[in-house]
């Protein structure tokens, strides 16, 4: 069990990084476009 929510929380970890960034990104290239 524990074994399964370590995993569950690396995913979930994964998960949200991959979202922040592509989150980012479009704010990055947004500001990139107003310069």
Do not use: T
Not at 8 to 34: A, C, R
């Amino acid at each position: 069990m524990k074994l399964c929510s370590e995993m569950f929380l690396l995913v979930l970890i994964q998960i949200w990084m991959l979202k922040w960034n592509s989150e980012n990104s479009k704010n990055l290239k947004n500001q990139l476009q107003e310069d």
